[in-house]
């Protein structure tokens, strides 16, 4: 069963830090990976796709990485600020593009 | 462009009601996608539907739930006798082929009380 296991499931850290979100994943093959913002109450927004044969993708103060040998993704946020309090959430494709697996997101909450 | 539009934002309905959910997609949009997340829960994949097509119903419970994207109008996701359990947020997205991004709606709360 494909499956899409993030981690951690919440994360709190001060405004000006950075962090890191994880996930993992065992579609295969799959045909791209994606980093979704959700706000509460609202829908998911995309930061960044990534094709199996892409490292690394930037966005802002986001970058995302993909290692496809170890079927790891990781998103890492620079510099926080209160509006980056949300969900993140991370989506594999698979060959056709048709069927998401989503995994069950990092909530992220950003302190003063 | 107004982006994936889903009416309404918030739906109450006492059990046994119908619920009707509506998406209109972006425009030049042909593939829609439902979703529902449960409170606390990620999303879950429902109905991938084409023009007038259902291409993937996998998701979607065999019973009191049905959708359909018709060749003018909204797509439209329909759960008839509603249950407490219905209660959820469903989100539609869209994109214009299926290796391109999708685009997320703000989603319909529907509560069954």
């Known amino acids: 069963k494909n499956q899409v296991e993030q981690s951690p499931q919440s994360l709190i850290i001060l405004e000006g830090k950075n962090c890191t979100l994880q996930c993992n994943y065992t579609v295969s093959p799959f045909s791209n990976l994606r980093w979704y913002k959700q706000d509460t109450g609202r829908g998911p927004v995309s930061l960044t796709i990534?094709?199996?044969?892409?490292n690394t993708k930037s966005n802002g103060r986001y970058t995302a990485t993909l290692d496809a040998d170890t079927k790891q993704s990781s998103l890492h946020i620079t510099a926080s600020q209160l509006s980056d309090s949300a969900s993140y959430i991370c989506v594999v494709a698979d060959p056709a593009g048709n069927m998401l697996t989503f995994g069950g997101g990092t909530r992220l909450m950003v302190k003063p | 462009n107004a982006g994936v539009m889903q009416n309404p934002r918030h739906l109450v309905r006492r059990r046994g009601q119908e619920a009707r959910l509506r998406c209109s997609p972006m425009?030049?949009?042909?593939?829609v996608y439902w979703y529902r997340q449960l409170p606390e829960e990620g999303l879950k994949f429902m109905v991938y539907l084409q023009k007038e097509n259902i291409i993937d119903e996998s998701g979607m419970p065999k019973e009191r739930f049905s959708a359909e994207f018709p060749k003018e109008g909204p797509s439209i996701l329909r759960i008839q006798q509603v249950v407490r359990g219905d209660s959820a947020a469903y989100f539609c997205a869209s994109s214009p082929r299926t290796d391109y991004g999708y685009t997320f709606g703000s989603g319909t709360r529907l509560t069954v009380v």
């Open positions: 990534m094709t199996f044969s892409e």
């Open positions: 425009k030049g949009h042909s593939h």
